[in-house]
């Protein structure tokens, strides 16, 4: 069975760091497109950053570029999301998901078919 499972989320102050975790099962992740999506209440789901296989390659929205660092260990499967500098507005479910087929940048949940549960980013004093 195809499962992306996230963690890592939290409650932090502005400022903060949490990093986010996406483990796969039932797949091998080195073979894989990774992106990682958010979706604040009452917001579309949004794309934060997108990893390709190798790792080489990594793109961020503007609003987390230079906060935020994607990462990926094959070996172990997972894929991170390192997120510093935290803003409330950085407030919302995270999620990692692979794509279906083609994909394009800004990343478009609709071209992802593979999801997580999601994991609750909260950024508040």
């Known amino acids: 069975q195809v499962q992306l499972v996230e963690s890592g989320g939290g409650l932090v102050r502005p400022g903060g760091s949490l990093r986010l975790s996406c483990v796969a099962s039932g797949f091998r992740l080195a073979e894989n497109v990774i992106g990682w999506f958010r979706q604040a209440p009452g917001k579309e789901r949004e794309g934060v950053s997108v990893i390709n296989a190798s790792g080489g390659s990594r793109r961020y929205a503007d609003s987390v570029r230079g906060r935020f660092t994607i990462s990926r260990d094959n070996a172990k499967n997972t894929i991170y999301l390192q997120m510093n500098s935290l803003k409330p507005e950085d407030t919302a479910v995270y999620y990692c998901?692979?794509?279906?087929?083609?994909?394009?940048?800004?990343?478009?949940?609709?071209?992802?078919?593979?999801w997580g549960q999601g994991t609750q980013v909260t950024v508040s004093t």
């Open positions: 998901a692979t794509p279906t087929d083609t994909w394009t940048w800004p990343l478009s949940p609709s071209d992802f078919g593979t």
